[in-house]
């Protein structure tokens, strides 16, 4: 007879082409199909369990299937499930709109809501571009952007996007940005100080001297993800935004990856107390439920946007989803929880937790780097401790110790040599030192064939 997983199994086969996969690789595999969560934890359709490791990719906060969220959107089923914001508005997006901008840096009054961190960004980026435009400066029209940064995967993210294997195929359609040197102080010669002192430098050197062409520098503030959770030295966002306002070049922060807690405060830039010109938010916005994203907007952006209609300042761009009331009213609820549950409190405590039990995996010898930021984890596996030596790309290290961590009941995704920690952040101490110990015995095994004991 024929099981409801190989039923399943051939359909998903057959019909579903999964993003950042390589199918063929993938279809010779047995897939994982999920049928429900909760807490912290994933089951698929045979009944296992697995720890969510990595958030779903980054995103969940207050873990799976909480009554009080799901609360929210039944509620909310009740009244809409959509409107749009095109011409009109809609309670949860209203309030949302009110409660973001209370909690995000000072200046930021202005939300634009879109469906996803790709889209925000776009919305950003198209925001900057026309800011100068609206204000009558002609010729500030390209992008700085950071030495492997991601930024999402519609096209004008991935022009202010700088990972090779994802974005070079696409270079021909893209439009060019400026790149500057990221901070990575394990791989550079003269470890964080000189990191820290190329990165500044580049960037003041490209605003001493083409600051009239650039209309701004998009970062991922303090920890740049999909590089390899590669965590900025201390200071590095302050002085980069200072020199930004100082040359007359607007500040985008992405913090779709950092953003609501993730760090141990609400959202990276607070760590040095900058304020952007505008900030895209998404990912833990819903807490990890439902598609909503938001760019925020200082007044000074938004003014030279409010004009009259025959001065053609008006921003066109929207999407069908802009502002949906599930994801808005969910969104609202786990705002809510982050106050009730002392979330960025109980981040601080369990960040200090966690780098104290990953000390022990510190000294096995392919263990290059643990770097570390609230509940934003990446380990560096070398094949060299002394030399640095990377693995061969094509050895798959870390998709190997991924897979062997799924065998031992977690769940994350590398990111090519890199191990990738973000657990939900209501994970409780108990909880992350089940997936520490998982985390552990997949590293020992997969780079050492042994065990931890
Ligand atoms: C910093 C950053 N920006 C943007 C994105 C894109 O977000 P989305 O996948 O929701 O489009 C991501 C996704 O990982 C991200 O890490």
């Known amino acids: 007879m024929i099981t ?22 993938y279809n010779n595999s047995d897939p994982l199909i999920i049928e429900r969560g909760e807490g912290i934890k994933l089951y698929d359709v045979q009944g296992r369990a697995y720890y969510d490791g990595f958030s779903s990719v980054w995103l969940n906060v207050h873990g799976h299937n909480v009554p009080e969220l ?41 939300v634009f809501y879109s469906d996803s961190g790709a889209t925000g960004v776009e919305i950003a980026i198209k925001m900057a571009f026309q800011y100068w435009k609206n204000k009558g400066v002609a010729g500030k029209t390209s992008f700085i952007t950071m030495n492997q940064a991601y930024h999402g995967d519609t096209i004008g993210a991935v022009s202010v996007g700088a990972i090779p294997l994802y974005h070079d195929v696409f270079r021909p359609m893209l439009f060019p940005s400026h790149v500057i040197p990221y901070p990575y102080a394990y791989r550079h010669e003269g470890g964080e100080t000189k990191a820290l002192e190329a990165t500044l430098a580049a960037l003041h ?13 998009i970062v ?17 966002l302050r002085q980069m935004a200072a020199m930004c306002r100082k040359y007359g070049v607007l500040l985008i922060a992405d913090e779709v990856a950092t953003g609501f807690g993730r760090t141990g405060a609400m959202f990276a830039c607070d760590l040095e107390e900058v304020s952007p010109d505008l900030m895209v938010v998404g990912k ?23 004009a009259d209609y025959d001065e053609q300042k008006t921003f066109f761009h929207g999407h069908s989803y802009t502002g949906n009331p599930l994801g808005c009213a969910v969104a609202l609820a786990s705002l809510k929880l982050f106050e009730e549950r002392n979330m960025l409190e109980g981040v601080r405590v369990k960040a200090a937790f966690v ?18 930021k609230g509940l934003m984890i990446g380990i560096e596996l ?17 998709v190997r110790t991924s897979l062997r961590a799924r065998e031992l009941g977690m769940l994350t995704r590398p990111l090519g040599n890199v191990i990738v920690f973000i657990p939900p952040l209501a994970s409780s101490e108990a909880e992350l030192e089940a997936m520490i110990n998982i985390l552990a015995e997949s590293i020992i095994s997969v780079t050492e064939g042994g065990s931890v004991a």
């Open 4 to 25: 409801d997983y190989q039923r399943l199994a051939v359909m998903n086969k057959n019909h579903l082409w999964h993003p950042f996969t390589q199918m063929k690789d």
């Open 70 to 110: 799901n609360q929210a959107i039944t509620e909310q089923l009740g009244l809409v499930a959509h409107s749009t914001l095109l011409g009109m508005a809609n309670i949860p997006a209203i309030e949302l709109a009110e409660k973001l901008v209370a909690i995000t840096p000072v200046g930021l009054n202005k």
């Open 205 to 217: 050197n490209l605003l001493e001297t083409r600051a009239d062409e650039i209309a701004a520098l």
């Open 220 to 236: 991922e503030p303090i920890v740049q993800g999909a590089s390899g959770i590669i965590v900025m030295p201390p200071g590095c």
């Open 284 to 306: 833990g916005l819903t807490g990890g439920y439902l598609p909503v994203a938001a760019t925020l907007a200082s007044d000074v952006v938004y003014e030279a946007f409010y």
């Open 355 to 372: 780098e104290q039990k990953l000390a022990a995996l510190r000294h096995r010898p392919h263990v290059g780097e643990i770097r570390q």
């Open 382 to 398: 070398v094949r060299d401790k002394v030399s640095r030596e990377p693995y061969d790309w094509a050895e798959q290290i870390g």
